[in-house]
């Protein structure tokens, strides 16, 4: 055999690289069995492979096999890794399997590594589930020649591949004239259970031809085909259904409260709840997480439909079931979130009270209230508390029978508007706004002090125009 190899520098015959001639290696692991592979030949072929280094893992693994048959698979295993010229395949993928799973595989009477190569698993996740399934290589060979994968089976299928007798079990795999029904009959009658079998051949006739539904006999099929039909096409998994049925469901349930309501309760659970049907549907379809109590709880306090509620949640930033039902008390939801466009999209906890006040008073929109707002000089407000209900500010001035006129008139002379129920009665509002725009006048001149402005801001109205509403 002819190889190239770097010349040592120095040495011009050849040039930097010359052929030398090199006899057969010495070294030459067996290719016609198992039984020609010696421990020592595969330390050898592991060190020339990966390096010396690596010699005392693979022996400590090789010593972890417990049987006879382990350690000749696992033998087999290290000379596919490591001899080029192996006769062997395995799942490098997985680095092969393990001394354990050798052990296991051999007490299953597998004696080569080929039988259970990466190509003769296309049936299975690995040599493991072999393992898990006490599959062994008749059995294997046989089961090779299905279509699916383990994944894709259902229970009883999995039980007749894995216990069937295998003449039977090769007979109905290979077997091509039969209908997807027929064969999955078929493959249930190599079960020997005449319930199963009869239980198969009624879903069929049912039209029922989910795996998972026909092999789900605690239920009986017309309680699940019942189910199946009660849900909407999108829904009808069999998990799903089977899942229904363990909780007592039926399709009288399904068509009463929806399917949102028997995913999330049991049968037991809404026929005890004291919600009607209509509400729970409803109360769901809000997007809030609700148990049946609170939505009981919501329905007392005047909830009526999901819609509401949504509005009602949205517009207070809260999904406790509490402030929710002491907010309802006063108004509807819908009422809340029209008013919260006249408070930036929220309300503060006090706010549904004093709508509520305000829809007494025939105000029902915040449109209403813009006459209000308009007419008040904004300078008589500067120094009151803002942590307040503005919604109640406004149902006081109006339930006092204030005007707008008369509103604005009190802030010209520099009464602010949580002050003017106070002064509904005054007569000379000039006089009373006294101390606010002495207020005023004495911030302005500290903002001079504190060179935050360079001159003082002087109110804007004086006695002669504060009535009519002339500035200076």
């Not at 417990?66 to 087999?76: A, I, N, V, Y």
């Not at 939505?295 to 909830?303: N, Q, R, S």
Request: hydrophobic residues 35%; contains cysteine.
């Amino acid at each position: 055999m002819t190889t190239i190899t770097r010349q040592p520098k120095g040495i011009p015959v050849g040039g930097q690289f010359a052929a030398t001639e090199h006899g057969e290696p010495a070294l030459s692991l067996g290719t016609d069995g198992a039984d020609t592979l010696t421990e020592e030949a595969i330390l050898a072929a592991v060190a020339t492979h990966d390096g010396p280094g690596a010699v005392p893992g693979v022996r400590r693994r090789i010593a972890e096999t417990t049987t006879e048959g382990g350690r000749k698979l696992f033998l087999q295993r290290c000379d596919a890794m490591y001899n080029a010229d192996s006769p062997y395949r395995i799942d490098r993928s997985v680095y092969g399997p393990t001394p354990e799973q050798c052990d296991a595989l051999a007490a299953l009477g597998y004696d080569s590594v080929n039988q259970f190569s990466r190509e003769k698993l296309n049936r299975f996740r690995g040599a493991g589930s072999l393992i898990d399934h006490g599959v062994g290589p008749e059995r294997l060979e046989v089961l090779d020649k299905l279509t699916t994968h383990e994944h894709q089976w259902s229970g009883w299928e999995k039980d007749a591949y894995l216990n069937a007798p295998l003449e039977d079990l090769e007979q109905v795999i290979t077997d091509k004239d039969p209908t997807r029904a027929q064969k999955y009959i078929a493959t249930v009658d190599l079960l020997g259970e005449a319930a199963k079998s009869a239980r198969a051949r009624r879903a069929i006739d049912m039209k029922i031809g989910d795996r998972g539904i026909i092999e789900a006999d605690a239920y009986s099929l017309e309680h699940l085909a019942d189910l199946r039909d009660a849900l909407p096409e999108t829904k009808r998994s069999p998990m799903l259904i089977v899942g229904l049925a363990a909780r007592g469901i039926t399709g009288p349930h399904l068509r009463t409260y929806g399917s949102k309501a028997c995913e999330k309760y049991t049968a037991q659970e809404l026929d005890e709840s004291l919600v009607a049907p209509k509400t729970i549907r409803s109360f769901l379809s809000s997007g809030l997480r609700l148990d049946l109590d609170n939505m009981k709880t919501l329905h007392d306090a005047g909830y009526t439909t999901g819609a509401d509620l949504k509005a009602a949640s949205q517009v207070l930033h809260t999904t406790d079931t509490k402030a929710l039902a002491n907010a309802r008390k006063h108004t509807t939801g819908a009422q809340m979130a029209l008013f919260g466009t006249a408070t930036g999209s929220r309300l503060r906890p006090d706010d549904p009270k004093a709508i509520g006040r305000l829809n007494k008073l025939g105000v029902d929109h915040p449109d209403q209230l813009r006459p209000y707002a308009a007419a008040v000089h904004v300078r008589a407000n500067t120094f009151i508390n803002r942590e307040q209900s503005i919604l109640a500010i406004h149902a006081d001035v109006i339930k006092a029978g204030l005007t707008p006129e008369r509103l604005g008139v009190m802030s010209r002379a520099g009464i602010p508007v949580t002050e003017a129920v106070r002064h509904k009665d005054t007569e000379d509002l000039w006089a009373a706004g006294q101390e606010y725009r002495a207020a005023w006048d004495a911030d302005q001149a500290s903002k001079v002090a504190r060179r935050w402005e360079t001159t003082p801001t002087p109110w804007a109205f004086t006695h002669e125009t504060y009535l009519d509403g002339e500035s200076r």
